[in-house]
């Protein structure tokens, strides 16, 4: 199947849309170089993308190469938009993770590819910006290794460094390959006489770190004590698919250098649909297979509804009616599109590994399964991850209270991360995301595309509760009589706090049948229902043990409802009991500073309730580490630039929940 469908993964600010931008123009697909600082990218294309100059959504873009079509996915690298990220490693069969030749791997990067780790997604890494002051391949290849866990299998030598970066020595065909300034495309030459010798010493290591792995190649290295070009390319491309190695290239996307390689990497090196095992439900990649497709992105145009499918089976044509199995409906498929950002051709079929969007489903959502009615199945969904952010919304005028309530729900229809309710107690309209730029690009969506004004409240936290100290034996009876059947049950529970990381365990020790299996479950849902608000402030509980060791039934009057209802009101009268704690979501923070302004900073870190983890400096700039609670990163941005004269950066990324000092906000 001469099809790659693949992600680019980074830390924000690596490369990632520029390396996408020199995709689409060596391959033809577009005919000019789109800049980032420019804002003439094609997957940049929404107007807060281009005046903030990072990836906020995902963008589906296709190209050819090689007699290949591939399908492209340029990601976001900010931490508030990693939810993007998962719904695309969701439908990728590999991806490219890009990183600077600088920096190394950073905080993101490190996330987004244990995201990769957890999908079985294969990868390839690009060392970007080796034109850069201060770069170095062997230094971001040893940060690979030591952040990242894996075996980086280095395959290209740069020529020249820093401005002198002219072009790079594959190591596999022994070959150099040169970009003049200006140029698209290389010249082949021979290996440069001044680097032969350390060609040739890397080419060895490379061999002998790839026989170490692959027992094919061990058999060879054994018997001839080389590998060949073709040995060495079959190798590097199982280590891929199997995820033991990673193949690195390097280059200088922004000076279009090293792209040309990268995509032959992403052909002889990623792998195809049908190199992929089945996805969850046992689908084969048979286009000739009963139809199935998974939905993963949803997007509101002015022409209409898109939804993104990856089809993983089968083959979709217009005017196809398909069974959405999430929702129970079926839906007709009016016209098929093959994407470019925001600019689509019309196509009449989608075949199995194809990435589409569909015009035509009016309620299927992101992660929703698409299959042929008469074949059903339902594939895994992605996940989502919990909001930790929340403001407060209300309409400026109270006529658009209505268009504000549909515009949210059409906005949490294309971004399941972000969460819409109302709060019981003051009646306000709440919006929960995921760091406090996702919610800032949320409520500027509503003003550009809606041309809604809203009033938005200071941002809060999700606060969680759990049992510092629980209790045991505590005794719950539930006993009604209203004329006719009544409800008994009767349930002693011990409640403590968990050892790991679990957020609930519910067990039972009960024996003698004194409470029947099925009243067991229905005691646990209990509990589970009774989670969902502490007695601090009303937040969910998490972190707790609870384990019934005891009960009695009534013959006539028990049931699952009466021992539910046990179950709920024992476990509130626990946590009542107990001694509890309030808990804040906490990030780590990597601030990158000029070295005269670090004692300033770490005095505005010490004063967020930051806890110093790391330090380093290199070049006249410092690098700290922290552990810093979420409230307190809250115009953060603002105030690292007044103390830095502009000149500070910093990044973060979810690390759990703590214990919130006494007298904090709930």
Not at 392 to 420: F, H, I, K, M
Not at 578 to 601: C, F, K, Y
């Amino acid at each position: 199947m001469r099809v790659r469908n693949l992600g680019i993964l980074a830390h924000v600010d690596a490369g990632k849309t520029t390396v996408t931008e020199r995709f689409l123009y060596l391959t033809g697909a577009t005919h000019k170089r789109g800049e980032v600082h420019d804002g003439t990218t094609v997957t940049d294309f929404d107007p807060q993308e281009r005046d903030r100059g990072i990836t906020i959504f995902a963008a589906a873009v296709s190209c050819d190469w090689a007699g290949h079509r591939v399908n492209l996915i340029d990601t976001p690298g900010h931490v508030d938009f990693s939810d993007e990220v998962e719904r695309s490693l969701r439908v990728l069969d590999g991806a490219v993770a890009v990183f600077d030749a600088v920096a190394g791997v950073e905080p993101q990067s490190e996330t987004v590819w244990r995201q990769a780790d957890r999908h079985g997604v294969p990868r390839i890494a690009f060392v970007n910006k080796l034109d850069r002051a201060g770069a170095d391949l062997d230094t971001a290849v040893a940060s690979i290794r030591d952040r990242l866990g894996t075996v980086p299998l280095a395959v290209q030598l740069p020529v020249g460094r820093e401005d002198g970066f002219t072009g790079v020595v594959d190591l596999v065909a022994m070959r150099a390959y040169v970009w003049a300034d200006g140029a698209d495309t290389y010249t082949e030459r021979p290996v440069p006489e001044d680097l032969r010798d350390e060609a040739r010493h890397r080419r060895r290591r490379l061999e002998e770190t790839v026989a170490e792995l692959h027992p094919g190649a061990l058999e060879e290295f054994c018997g001839e004590d080389a590998l060949s070009g073709e040995t060495l390319a079959s190798a590097l491309r199982d280590l891929t698919l199997s995820g033991d190695a990673v193949v690195v290239l390097c280059g200088s996307a922004y000076r279009n250098r090293g792209i040309e390689p990268l995509l032959d990497a992403v052909v002889a090196y990623l792998p195809a649909p049908s190199d992929m095992p089945p996805v969850r439900g046992e689908v084969p990649a048979d286009p000739t297979a009963p139809f199935t497709a998974l939905a993963f992105k949803v997007n509101a145009t002015a022409t209409g509804r898109l939804t993104y499918l990856r089809v993983y089976a089968g083959t979709l044509r217009k005017g196809d009616t398909v069974l959405d199995t999430t929702a129970g409906r079926t839906e007709r498929i009016s016209r098929i599109l093959r994407v470019q950002a925001d600019r689509a051709t019309e196509v009449d079929e989608a075949r199995a590994g194809d990435i589409v969007a569909v015009v035509g489903p009016k309620s299927a959502r992101a992660g929703a399964t698409l299959c042929a009615p008469g074949a059903p199945v339902v594939l895994e969904p992605p996940t989502t991850a919990d909001p930790v952010v929340s403001v407060a919304l209300e309409a400026r005028r109270s006529s658009d209270t209505g268009r504000l309530a549909t515009a949210l729900a059409r906005l949490s229809e294309e971004d399941p991360s972000l969460v819409v309710r109302s709060d019981p107690e003051t009646g306000q309209t709440v919006l929960s995301g995921l760091g406090e730029l996702h919610l800032e690009v949320a409520v500027e969506k509503l003003r550009r595309d809606r041309g809604l004004e809203v009033t938005v409240g200071r941002p809060r936290v999700a606060y969680r509760e759990t049992v510092a100290k629980g209790v045991s034996g505590l005794l719950h009876r539930h006993v009604k009589q209203d004329g006719g059947a009544g409800q008994f049950a009767h349930v002693v529970i011990d409640l403590e706090p968990t050892e790991g990381d679990e957020e609930f365990v519910f067990a039972s020790t009960v024996t003698g049948g004194r409470v029947p299996q099925e009243y067991v479950r229905a005691v646990e849902a209990g509990c589970r229902d009774a989670l969902v608000e502490g007695p601090l402030g009303g937040h969910p509980v998490t972190g707790v043990r609870v384990t019934l060791t005891d009960g009695a039934t009534h013959p006539k009057d028990s049931s699952e409802m009466a021992f539910r209802t046990a179950g709920r009101f024992a476990l509130r009268e626990a946590l009542r009991a107990s001694v509890m704690t309030l808990l804040e979501p906490v990030a780590e923070v990597t601030v990158t500073v000029p070295a005269e302004s670090v004692g300033a900073v770490l005095g505005d870190l010490a004063a967020r309730r930051g806890r110093v983890t790391d330090q380093a400096t290199r070049s006249g700039t410092a690098v700290v580490g922290a552990t810093v609670p979420l409230a307190e990163l809250f115009g953060y941005a603002h105030r690292l630039r007044g103390r830095t004269q502009g000149r500070g950066t910093f990044t973060t990324r979810p690390a759990g929940y703590a214990p919130a000092p006494a007298g904090q906000a709930g």
